[in-house]
Nanobody, 124 residues
Framework: QVQLVESGGGLVQAGGSLRLSCAAS????????MGWFRRAPGKEREFVAA????????YYADSVKGRFTISRDNAKNTVYLQMNTLKPEDTAVYFC?????????????????WGQGTQVTVSS
């Protein structure tokens, strides 16, 4: 069982930056692939980024590639999402998720544990 708690959301102007954090409970954090997803108002949940267990492989949605960076610190049981050059269309609730099986994935159904989310609002 893994519990995930996101933090770092807030209100920012377009072009600004935020860093989201997701703290995980338990001693097996390094055995999980981690991902970030988001859900904008009136839209379905969508994949943002994922990172392999050791942090050596990352995968991004085209919409955030070059602007967002996912990273993890297994010693701190934490995964991060650095978001730069934010746009109003990035406004959403952002969720982190943990996946037991190997391989990064953009499919939400492959993730086993989810946090409750943190709101990011980008004003124009």
């Amino acid at each position: 069982q893994v519990q995930l708690v996101e933090s770092g959301g807030g209100l920012v102007q377009a072009g600004g930056s935020l860093r989201l954090s997701c703290a995980a409970s338990g001693r097996t954090f390094s055995s999980y692939v981690m991902g970030w997803f988001r859900r904008a108002p009136g839209k379905e949940r969508e994949f943002v980024a994922a990172i392999s267990r050791g942090g050596g492989s990352t995968y991004y949605a085209d919409s955030v590639k070059g602007r967002f960076t996912i990273s993890r610190d297994n010693a701190k049981n934490t995964v991060y999402l650095q978001m730069n050059t934010l746009k109003p269309e990035d406004t959403a609730v952002y969720f982190c998720a943990a996946k037991r099986s190997l391989g990064t994935s953009e499919a939400p159904d492959e993730y086993n544990y989810w946090g409750q989310g943190t709101q990011v609002t980008v004003s124009s």
